[in-house]
Structures are given as structure tokens and as C-alpha cells.
């Protein structure tokens, strides 16, 4: 009885000390990427600065121009002051530094307002766009790309793989605009099935399912849009993924022991195939907010993208610098993310 609670003992100690061990291994871990994301991020802030302050020959006559009314000397003088653009350039990029961590992205002399007034409404209809499409993504794509992968060859496997490849090469926002002409204006026979653009029918007055089904209705071309391009990717990865894992020998012991093909598949094989997409479906959620600039612009979605589009018109230097700040910042985070949940996936990255 004394042995068997010196080893009971013995066992605990050894399972606290392997948790702590874990532990001190997860927060070194957590603070390496954190690190990373830093210097990636200042790197960022440094190449916004260059090309948005920096680059630009005469910032104040781009801005003047952007205000659309003339400017005596005086008013220039004023502005060139205001800009900081007599200070030396450490000081301008310590203060430029400052501002974009505390989210201060400066004034549009274009919309006569802050940049972060003007960001904050379109974050939303944004996330609502990407987010919506990121989702069918997956799901559709991950499922066709599983199925395709893991009998290559069959007639599912060569439609998947052939339709994938030719949307993942199909510019964006040109298929946006043959959807936009054949279902947004119809085509011959073809009725206009849905909205040409906008996020809501003007003048519409409804109760609150009333106006979801509305926004929905409007949602329907951008998202098919941004999901035929995105799911495409996920579809061609996963198959490359599950393929590799169909000669391994865990999957050959798992049939053995009699599993049914779907259980074989579903609890052997996908888990181990999904590691390699996890990275890649993060970063695509990140930049898809980049991304949707041209969807935005095609449809008229007023989001992030269509606001870039049009401070790019202007050129509006103070809206773009801030909005390059944000997209930038959003793939970094989404890396980060990504890191963070493949270590927590993949036992081979906790060993490390």
C-alpha cells in the first residue's frame, strides 16, 4: 500500500511538472509571435509613411487639390504647418507612430472630417461582406476539396479541380462585373434576379426581417462573387493536402481495423490534412478585407474598399494612409491567429 502511494505521488509530481513545463514552452511561444507581429507591424507603419508622406513631391498641393477650392499662399502655409511638414522626419514619424496606435488616422481634407469617422461606419458592412463569404468558403471548398482529394481521379476530382483552377485565375472583379451584367441587369431571357449595387433598396421601409432580407438580397452578388474566388483556393489546397496523406500508414491501420471509408476519412485523415490549410485560411480572411476593394467598387458596397477606391480618386493621401494602416494591420493579426491555433492543432508545434 506504502509503494502504491509513492507512486501515486510520484506520477502527480511528474504531471505538474510536465504542465508547467507546457506552460512556460505555450507563454514563450505567445510571446515570440507577439513579437513578430510588432515588427511587423512597425514595418508596416514605416513603408505607410514613405509612401504616403515621404514619396509624395508636394503633400500639401495634393491635399488642396483634394479639398476641391482654392488656396491663397497664406491658407497653403497654414496647412504645410498643420501637416508638420517642417519638422524633421524622425519627429513627423514618431508622431505618425503614435497616432496609428492610438487610432488617430489623421483628417480627410477631402470628406472635411476625421479618417476615423469615416472608417468606423464601413467597418461593418465590411465585415459583414467578407465574413459571410469567408464562411460559405470554407465550407463549401474544405467539403468539395475533401471529397475531390480523397478519390483523385474520379469524375468528382477532375470537375472540382478543373472549375477551381479556372476561378482561382479569374481576376476579380471581372467576374464581379459578367455577374453584375447577366443576374444584376439580366441578359436576353435573363431577368434582373438581383440588385445592381448599394447595401439597401432606397427609400425602403420595413419592419426589422423586412430590411435583413433586403441588405441579404443586396449581399448576394459580392459575396457569390468573392466566394467563387475564395472557395476555389480552399478547394485546390485541401485536395493537395488530403492527397499527400492517402499512403500514409496510420491510414492503412485505421482500415484494417475495420473502420467504415467515411469514418476513415473524417477521423483520420481530414484532421491531419487540415493542418496546412489553417495558415492559409486565416491569411485569407485578412486580406479579403484588402481584397474587397474591387468587389466593394463593382457593387457600390459601402465598405473599407469602396471608401479606398474613392480616396484613391481624389487622391485623398491622409484617408488612404489610414486605411493602408488597417488592412495591413488585419493580415498580421490574422496570422498571428493563426499561429496561435496551429499550435494548438498540431502536437509537433507544441514539442517545439
Not at 175 to 194: A, K, R, S, Y
Amino acid at each position: 500500500m506504502a509503494v502504491f502511494s509513492t507512486e501515486l505521488v510520484d506520477a502527480e509530481q511528474d504531471s505538474a511538472a510536465t504542465d508547467r513545463v507546457e506552460r512556460t514552452a505555450f507563454w514563450s511561444y505567445l510571446a515570440r509571435k507577439i513579437i513578430t507581429a510588432l515588427i511587423s507591424l512597425f514595418v508596416v507603419l514605416v513603408i505607410g509613411f514613405v509612401l504616403f508622406t515621404i514619396m509624395p513631391q508636394n503633400p500639401v498641393a495634393s491635399i488642396a487639390r483634394a479639398t476641391g477650392k482654392p488656396m491663397d499662399a497664406a491658407q497653403l502655409a497654414a496647412l504645410r504647418k498643420s501637416l508638420g511638414l517642417d519638422e524633421p522626419i524622425w519627429e513627423r514619424f514618431a508622431i505618425y507612430v503614435w497616432h496609428s496606435i492610438t487610432l488617430n488616422l489623421g483628417y480627410s481634407y477631402g470628406y472635411n472630417q476625421s479618417v476615423a469617422s469615416l472608417v468606423l461606419p464601413r467597418v461593418g458592412p465590411t465585415l459583414l461582406l467578407t465574413g459571410s463569404s469567408t464562411l460559405i468558403s470554407i465550407v463549401v471548398g474544405l467539403w468539395l476539396g475533401a471529397r475531390a482529394g480523397w478519390r483523385p481521379g474520379r469524375w468528382l476530382d477532375r470537375i472540382a479541380s478543373g472549375v477551381s483552377l479556372t476561378l482561382w485565375s479569374v481576376p476579380t472583379f471581372w467576374l464581379g462585373l459578367i455577374l453584375l451584367i447577366v443576374l444584376g441587369t439580366g441578359v436576353g431571357p435573363i431577368p434582373t434576379l438581383f440588385p445592381s449595387g448599394g447595401m439597401t433598396t432606397p427609400g425602403f421601409t420595413g419592419g426589422p426581417v423586412a430590411q435583413v432580407l433586403d441588405v441579404g438580397w443586396h449581399l448576394a452578388l459580392p459575396c457569390l462573387t468573392l466566394v467563387l474566388v475564395v472557395f476555389a483556393q480552399y478547394v485546390t489546397i485541401m485536395r493537395s493536402s488530403l492527397i499527400d496523406e492517402l499512403g500514409s500508414p496510420y491510414l492503412l491501420t485505421a482500415r484494417a481495423k475495420g473502420l467504415r471509408d467515411d469514418d476513415v476519412l473524417r477521423k483520420h485523415a481530414l484532421p491531419n490534412a487540415l493542418l496546412p490549410t489553417v495558415t492559409v485560411i486565416f491569411l485569407q480572411i485578412g486580406g479579403l478585407i484588402s481584397g474587397a476593394i474591387t468587389v466593394e467598387t463593382v457593387f457600390s458596397w459601402p465598405g473599407l474598399g469602396l471608401l479606398t477606391y474613392d480616396a484613391l480618386k481624389i487622391p485623398d493621401l491622409e484617408l488612404l494612409q489610414g486605411t493602408f494602416v488597417i488592412f495591413s494591420a488585419s493580415i498580421i493579426a490574422m496570422n498571428l491567429v493563426a499561429d496561435l491555433l496551429y499550435r494548438v492543432i498540431d502536437p509537433r508545434v507544441r514539442a517545439q
